[in-house]
Structures are given as structure tokens and as C-alpha cells.
């Protein structure tokens, strides 16, 4: 079946970097997006960015704007995220999701709209 499997979270100081890793399988039809979320302890999923499988396009969060970058391996079905600057509200468990619904483009989708989720994976950002 179909599965996401998030890797590369840990513990950074503020101001440091870390990539994380989403590593697609079993699909047997093409997605349209990856997203990228987060939540932190008490608060509601929030989408960090996401990047269509079809064309390439991406879209952030205002909040890691020039920060974060996300992109893709359409050979390894992997999608990537590239955190920069990271600060200690940076701090959450990240997941990656799927989607089947909505444009084929990338956009801010909200988590309903995903279809399959990885189980996380912790960024910790503190001195």
C-alpha cells in the first residue's frame, strides 16, 4: 500500500539548517502535490509548503518564506525540504502528506485535502 516515510528531523540551534526527507512508494497512480505540514504541542496542523509532482510549483507558508525550500526527485519519488534559519517556533513534528484532490498545480491545500500521511518526524530547534 501506499506509504510516506519522513526522515532527517532532530535538534538544531536557532539559526542552523536540517533537511528533511519524504520518501514516497506503492503508488499505482500518480499524486498530484506533496505538502509539507507541521504541528506543534497544542496547536492545529499548519501547512509548511508544497510542490506538484506534474509541473514543479511550489508554494510556502508566509511563515518560512525565504527560509525553507522545498523540491523533488521524481525518480525516487522523494520530496525534500530544505529549512534554513531555523528558529525555536520552527519547532514542531513535521509530516508529509499526499493529495489526489484539488488542481494538479501546487497550492496551500488544507490537511482534509491530503490523502495519505507519513507518521512525522521531530524538529527540534533550540540553544
Known amino acids: 500500500q501506499v506509504q510516506l516515510v519522513e526522515s532527517g528531523g532532530g535538534l538544531v540551534q536557532p539559526g542552523g539548517s536540517l533537511r528533511l526527507t519524504c520518501a514516497a512508494s506503492g503508488f499505482t497512480s500518480d499524486y498530484y502535490a506533496i505538502g509539507w505540514f507541521r504541528q506543534a504541542p497544542g496547536k492545529e496542523r499548519e501547512g509548511v509548503s508544497c510542490?506538484?509532482?506534474?509541473?514543479?510549483?511550489?508554494r510556502y507558508a508566509d511563515s518560512v518564506k525565504g527560509r525553507f525550500t522545498i523540491s523533488k526527485d521524481n525518480a525516487r519519488n522523494t520530496v525534500y525540504l530544505h529549512m534554513n534559519s531555523l528558529k525555536p517556533e520552527d519547532t514542531a513534528v513535521y509530516y508529509c502528506?499526499?493529495?489526489?484532490?484539488?488542481?494538479?498545480?501546487?497550492?496551500?491545500?488544507?490537511?482534509?485535502?491530503?490523502?495519505?500521511w507519513g507518521q512525522g518526524t521531530q524538529v527540534t530547534v533550540s540553544s
Open positions: 510542490i506538484s509532482k506534474s509541473d514543479g510549483s511550489t
Open positions: 502528506a499526499a493529495r489526489y484532490t484539488g488542481l494538479n498545480s501546487a497550492a496551500m491545500y488544507p490537511p482534509a485535502w491530503y490523502n495519505y
